[in-house]
């Protein structure tokens, strides 16, 4: 029978140049699917409403 055993994780080191090509891709993934909100949109007023700008 089937026992299981927990995942082992996957060490990369970020300090070479495989971690560094790790670390760009993830920051262009973050900066093309982040997800944001109102206010850093600009559509957040200072009385505390929202204001379409445009």
Do not use: C, W
């Amino acid at each position: 029978m089937y026992k299981y055993k927990h995942p082992k994780p996957i060490i990369v080191k970020l300090t070479d140049e495989l971690g560094f090509k790790l670390r760009q891709k993830a920051a262009e993934y973050i900066a093309a699917n982040q997800n944001r909100t109102d206010k850093e949109n600009g559509y957040f007023t200072s009385a505390g409403g929202y204001q379409k700008s445009g």
